[in-house]
């Protein structure tokens, strides 16, 4: 295994169209998050999966937004009428938790958006 | 909730000097976890080091230690005989103790540039 995979690595779209984003998590790990990273800012939570449930949700998170994890392995994030403001680094985590203590987030190399 | 603070968009250092990165950080909560991410350029995050707020004594990691003072809410970075390698955005994070709460609350970062 060789981290967290994250496809495709570039994506750019016409403002309006629909866009999908999938994140393979490292195989053992339960827990899966999504953050979105803009120019010169650190990276913002959108929500969380542990297993293929979704725990937590970001106010960032539009109605626009929708992301699963099917069967709890890799997840899908997709963004319905992309508008430009969507432009940004969509970035996958994964961690996992040991006896009593919870693993670091291991992060993915991210999908970089540009809405034209 | 939760704010991390870093207030230099940028610092440099001499190879094989040592440079200090400032972070801050507003919490109500009295457990919780701060970590030290680093970014390369077109690279995926990685995890620098990490401290558990309970534990006093400061983390290190073979060049990497930083200075956690709880009361002031603060937890700086010192990397020591710094490499070329070390250039990259540098970002500290915190997180929650309690259980359900995994996300990471970043700064707005740290670029760090190292001079041959």
């Known amino acids: 295994d060789t981290g967290v995979s994250q496809d495709p690595r570039h994506k750019i779209t016409k403002r309006g169209q629909n866009v999908t984003f999938r994140c393979d998590p490292i195989?053992?790990?339960?827990?899966l998050y999504w953050y979105r990273q803009t120019l010169g800012q650190g990276p913002e939570f959108l929500t969380y999966?542990?297993?293929?449930?979704?725990?937590?949700k970001s106010r960032l998170l539009s109605d626009r937004f929708s992301a699963e994890r099917p069967k709890g392995s890799f997840s899908t994030l997709e963004i319905q009428r992309t508008e430009q403001g969507d432009s940004a680094m969509y970035l996958c985590?994964?961690?996992?938790?040991?006896?009593?203590?919870?693993?670091?987030?291991?992060f993915g190399q991210g999908t970089r958006l540009t809405v034209v | 909730a939760q704010t991390v603070t870093q207030s230099q968009p940028e610092m440099s250092v001499q190879e094989a000097e040592t440079v200090t990165l400032s972070c801050t950080y507003d919490?109500?909560?009295?457990?919780?976890?701060l970590f030290w991410y680093k970014q390369p350029p077109s690279r995926q995050m990685i995890l620098v080091i990490r401290?558990?707020?309970?534990?006093?004594q400061n983390a290190t990691e073979n060049r990497f230690s930083v200075n956690f003072q709880k009361a002031a809410k603060s937890f700086s970075l010192k990397i020591s005989d710094s490499q070329l390698g070390d250039a990259a955005m540098y970002f500290c994070?915190?997180?929650?103790f309690g259980a359900g709460s995994y996300q990471l609350t970043f700064g707005k970062g740290t670029k760090l540039s190292v001079i041959p």
């Open positions: 985590a994964s961690s996992s938790r040991l006896d009593t203590e919870d693993t670091e987030a291991f």
């Open positions: 195989s053992e790990h339960n827990r």
């Open positions: 999966f542990q297993n293929e449930a979704q725990l937590e």
């Open positions: 919490t109500s909560e009295s457990d919780y976890y």
């Open positions: 401290q558990e707020a309970y534990k006093q």
């Open positions: 994070a915190y997180r929650s």
